[in-house]
């Protein structure tokens, strides 16, 4: 009986440290991998203690398990009527009651100090060098990098994952749902401080590697941060449900030496400055109608005619779009009319020429509305779509 | 079956359990909801800072410390306002009146009305963080194509916790145009 | 004795009786309906969740999916399921001829039906059913919602209104109706479980209807609850909800403990250990369930202090969830056991439940909450405690009453089947998900990165397998009861102790209508 029982306990346990081994190996790379069970350190010494106090707690609950499913299942193999056995009586017993409260107590509070330790640390602000706002929108991600100047650079990073990849038609790329257009660049071996809101719904932020998750609650700011020691690419997604588009926001981060960001910023900073000077400038209604006619000749007369009268396209001349809300006709000038020869042209024309043609539109061929639109006007609407 | 002394002690039973029902149910409304606004208010917690002008009350300046002020401006869904801080970071003293201006413009053919709301990090900065001029205080409205500067005027209280060196001033800029009007009894423009 | 059966026939008995033990068959037939509804539900995230790509539906069904599966199951399913078996089994537990309020009663259970047809609906309506979780955070529930977030309010006004009658019901059962003689001490620990839960329910869920009131006002009155645009705050709503939802769990697990501790003891021969300490543990945990409810929320921008409070607090609950699995397996142990499939669930149980538990010590550590918080990993934790917890103690309770409600042993092979079949399609949905967790996949996605394809193919097999036990256990139950073999033991089980067992096999209408002498 005695042996039989020591032999199935050997049996029974070979997997639990099969499991355990898997467990400690399996987490290693900072991008997950196939089989992954297990957290990774990631890239930080707040992940790295995260993953320790992770382990330390596996540890325990593994520990209590065997002990506690080992009394359960010897007794389920040994104390069987089939076996014979006969009933005990015994129901109570204050002592035994008093031992297992108090023990599992002092475990949790054992278990309580380092938690409060990283927690503390988490919460440590101190010494912070950067500062990015990150906003939530559905369904993207946009930065901001704070600058003490005013010089602030600020994009939108939006999945780049095909429509025909998601609907399988064509095969899937490696980071499937995980690549995006613009990412996140960060300098390595900095204490960067995350001020994360929100557009529209909760989402939130979150980068395994970087141990942060923060919640993005419109309206309100929160921060956080992370200190990455290891330069590389991490990714992350959106953790916490923003409606439609919820799985397909990933965040792609790409810690770089310092001199690499110092480049990549610059080189941001400039593409800003000159959309900024652009933005900054006003101009006239005359500036903009002659502006505005040549691009109206280049681009819209064929489907528009001469004077705004139609054709293929509707006319503009007393157009309710043309002589109606602004930021409609933004709209469809911007993004067109999908499915029909209205193409989206605000991949093709800049800000200035998008604005120069749509006060045209609203101030030629009778329609005289008498309002401007100005470049800011068109990067405004398209930052909030 | 049932006596009639039970009876009665069923009645009681119910009696006293639906009085525990409807006090939950007003619970949530008259403990719960103004509960929390005067915890986030008293402690500053998710850097609500509260509506209210704060009196200037003559303190002296600690030039002997610096703190950074970080501006940052946020429109909500559906507000194509420009709207934006002219400083991005300003330096004071606690205890120093300070002035900066977020410019605001409405680049749509219709008139609107913004709320600004403010938010502030770390949270609990929020109770150090006096306000005696804001531009949040009130909803802004702003004609079709109008702009506006709007001043922001505040002091850093000089018990603002030693280990705090940099507060971030989030404004988040809601459309309310719709609910002004429903409470506006002099029609909007 | 009371051997006379219902006064009216056919459909309208069942509509207008006021019998707790049919008001309890068709709570149970009730769930199980709801629990095919939201299984089927669960069964198109798992099938779209089989490979990566989106194959059988688009994300904004899909995000209905995970919500209405969430919903019917919690308010459709488990809560109705351990409200059938209370209204079945408590007068008879206690030696009373009926529950105290029976014509509430009957209104409670009529709720019901019409309230999640109305829900179903909601799937057949423009803008489609609730897409925002079952957790409904705003303003994704308020300024975004599909139009149907009305419908949604009312069911939910509803559904608490059935609850709340019910448990008022409960407690003036247990309180007034007892058998002289059976102090509260005395009373089976299903009862007990059963009390304290009934309380829970009386504080939360009027706390729910208010929520979804303030809800209703932000979206059709103008009021900005939740909105910060108005002065409100979206964190608000979070509060309020988890202050419901977390003892909301405690009210879904607590008769599921009852269960477990009445069938034990039955099947080990032995009297339940330490009986005061359960007693004494069930309410301590009712207590502290109140104080936790932030470790929901670790991520969303508390204050240091408050994450701590309710770190500490939610660590603290461990210890009397652990003493009562401590108290289950002493009982087991120097008894005399057999393994017939009540035992067979409650083993799996305890086993189960506990590592749900251990996953929830994980969780309650905040800094360690940051990479767990809404990931798969608390998914798996969930089911663990839900499933394996809830759903076995209902499956046990079933095989172990079901030969005193209808008079006919059920097919003891199959149960058994019912069981390992089951258990073995529970842990490959379920333990493959603590691995997704970890590894980094968020929740409520239709679609997912490359490297987490194996576990969730894993988990989609493990959820067909599941799901197709579920139809043997139905076969079986429906076989018993139209041809099953008959049995007139009071008795039903050797081991088996407490009032139910001591009147005629099946029950008849009317039981206790002279109350029993308890010494």
Not at chain 3, 124 to 137: I, K, L, S, V
């Amino acid at each position: 009986m005695h042996s039989q029982a020591r032999r199935l306990f050997k049996l029974a346990l070979s997997p639990v440290l099969l499991l355990l081994g898997l467990l400690s190996t399996g987490a290693l790379a900072e991008e997950a991998q196939r089989w992954q069970m297990n957290l990774s350190p990631g890239v930080t010494e707040v992940g790295a203690e995260i993953y320790e106090l992770h382990m330390i707690v596996i540890w325990i609950c593994v520990v209590i398990g065997v002990v506690v499913f080992g009394a359960m299942f010897y007794s389920v193999f040994t104390h069987r009527k089939s076996k014979g056995a006969k009933p005990a009586d015994f129901h109570e017993s204050t002592a035994v009651e008093i031992a297992w409260t108090v023990v599992p107590f002092i475990i949790l509070i054992v278990m309580a100090f380092p938690a409060t330790k990283t927690l503390l640390e988490v919460y440590n602000f101190e010494d912070t060098e950067l500062d990015i706002l990150v906003t939530g929108y559905q369904w993207k991600w946009k930065y901001e990098y704070i600058d003490e100047n005013g010089e602030n650079v600020a994009f939108f990073s939006n999945l780049r994952t095909g429509k025909t990849e998601i609907y399988n038609e064509d095969g899937k790329g490696e980071h499937y749902l995980r690549e995006v257009d613009e990412p996140l660049v960060l300098p390595v071996n900095t204490k960067v401080r995350f001020l994360v809101t929100a557009n529209d719904v909760i989402h939130s932020w979150w980068v395994p590697s970087l141990a942060v998750k923060k919640d993005a609650i419109p309206g309100f700011i929160n921060e956080t941060w992370s200190k990455p020691l290891k330069t590389g690419v991490y990714r992350g997604q959106c953790a916490e449900l923003c409606g439609r588009d919820h799985g397909y926001m990933p965040i792609v981060v790409h810690v770089v030496e310092q001199d690499e960001y110092d480049s990549w910023l610059a080189g941001k900073k400039v593409k800003a400055a000159k959309i900024k000077s652009l933005m900054d400038k006003q101009f006239t209604l005359d500036e903009q109608m002659v502006a505005g006619k040549t691009v109206y000749n280049q681009y819209c007369v064929a489907c528009h005619g001469v004077n705004g009268e139609g054709g293929i396209g509707n006319a503009i001349a007393g157009s309710s779009i043309a002589t109606g809300d602004i930021y409609g006709h933004i709209d469809m000038g911007v993004n067109g009319v999908p499915g029909t020869a209205m193409q989206a042209f605000g991949a093709q024309l800049n800000d200035v020429d998008m604005a120069a043609v749509l006060t045209f539109q609203r101030n030629a061929f009778g329609n005289n509305m008498g309002d401007i639109i100005q470049p800011i006007d068109v990067y405004n609407f398209k930052q909030g779509q | 079956m049932v006596d009639v002394s039970t009876d009665g002690n069923i009645t009681k039973t119910v009696g006293k359990l639906s009085i525990v029902v409807v006090a939950m149910f007003a619970f949530v409304f008259v403990v719960m909801v103004p509960l929390y606004d005067v915890l986030c208010d008293a402690l500053g917690i998710n850097g609500k800072t509260n509506g209210e002008r704060y009196q200037v009350v003559e303190s002296a300046i600690d030039s002997n410390r610096e703190i950074r002020i970080q501006f940052v401006a946020t429109n909500n869904a559906g507000m194509p306002w420009e709207f934006r801080p002219t400083d991005s970071v300003m330096k004071v003293n606690p205890g120093a009146a300070n002035n900066t201006v977020f410019y605001a413009r409405n680049p749509l053919a219709k008139d609107m009305v913004a709320q600004a709301i403010p938010s502030i990090s770390p949270s609990r900065a929020a109770e150090y963080f006096h306000k005696t001029e804001c531009f949040c205080f009130n909803q802004q409205p702003l004609a079709a194509g109008e702009q506006a500067d709007m001043a922001l005027q505040f002091i850093i209280d000089q018990d603002l916790p030693r280990d705090i060196h940099t507060i971030t001033l989030s404004y988040t800029i809601f459309d309310v145009t719709a609910m002004a009007a429903a409470n506006a009894p002099v029609a909007m423009r | 004795m009371g051997a006379h059966g219902p006064a009216t026939q056919g459909l309208m008995r069942w509509v207008t009786t006021t019998n707790h033990k049919d008001i309890g068959t068709m709570y149970l037939w009730f769930s199980f309906a709801m629990f095919i509804m939201g299984g089927a539900f669960a069964m198109i995230i798992r099938a779209e969740l089989f490979q990566p790509g989106l194959q059988i539906v688009e994300p904004e069904f899909f995000n209905q999916m995970t919500t209405m599966h969430g919903l019917v199951m919690v308010f459709g399913a488990i809560m109705p399921s351990f409200v059938g078996l209370a209204n079945w089994m408590i007068p008879m537990m206690i030696g009373a001829p009926d529950m105290a309020l029976p014509r509430m009663n009957n209104l409670s259970f009529w709720i019901l039906p019409p309230t999640f047809l109305l829900l179903a609906s909601t799937l057949f309506m423009e803008g489609g059913a609730p897409n925002f979780g079952w957790t409904f955070y705003a303003p994704l529930s308020t300024t975004y919602a599909p139009d149907t977030v009305t419908f949604f309010i009312f069911g939910v006004h509803l559904m608490g209104l059935s609850s709340i009658m019910g448990s008022i019901n409960i407690i003036a059962t247990v309180v007034n109706l007892r058998a002289p003689g059976m102090t509260y001490m005395k009373m089976p620990m299903f009862v007990w479980t059963w009390l304290i839960t009934a309380f829970l329910l009386i504080a939360v869920m009027p706390v729910l209807a208010g929520l979804v009131t303030m809800m209703l006002m932000d979206i059709h009155f103008g009021t900005s609850f939740f909105s910060a645009a108005g002065g409100g705050d979206p964190v608000l709503f979070q509060h309020v909800f988890w202050f419901f939802g977390h003892p909301e769990v405690y009210i879904i697990i607590l008769p599921a403990f009852g269960v477990v501790s009445q069938i034990i003891p039955t099947f080990a021969r032995k009297p339940l250990f330490g009986y005061d300490s359960m007693v004494y543990a069930t309410a301590s945990i009712a207590f502290l369930s109140f104080i936790v409810w932030a470790h929901h929320m670790y991520t969303v921008g508390m204050p240091v202090a408050g994450e701590l409070f309710f770190m500490y607090a939610t660590m603290l609950i461990a210890v009397p969830t652990g003493v009562k699995v401590f108290n289950w397996i002493t009982t087991m142990w120097k008894g005399s056991m057999t393994f017939e499939t009540p035992m067979l669930f409650s083993i799996g149980f305890v086993f189960l439940f506990t590592i749900g538990g251990f996953t929830g010590v994980m969780l309650s550590l905040a800094p360690v909450d940051f990479q767990y918080h809404d990931s798969y990993f608390v998914v798996a934790h969930f089911h663990y405690v839900m499933v394996a917890g809830a759903v076995f103690s209902m499956s046990a309770a079933v095989y172990y009453w079901l030969p005193k409600w209808c008079g006919k042993m059920y097919n003891e092979s199959m149960g058994k089947a019912h069981f390992w079949i089951s258990f073995v399609g529970f842990n490959l949905t379920f333990f493959p998900q603590h691995f997704l967790g970890l590894a980094g996949m968020p929740r409520r996605i239709p679609d997912y990165a490359l490297q987490f394809t194996d576990f969730n193919t894993m988990s989609s097999i493990g959820a067909f397998i599941y799901g197709s036990s579920q139809i043997l256990f139905l076969f079986n139950v429906v076989r018993t009861i139209v041809a099953g073999k008959p049995t007139s033991e009071e008795k039903t089980w050797e081991g088996a102790e407490g009032l139910e067992w001591t009147v005629p096999t099946p029950a008849p209408y009317h039981t206790f209508s002279t109350p029993p002498e308890v010494k």
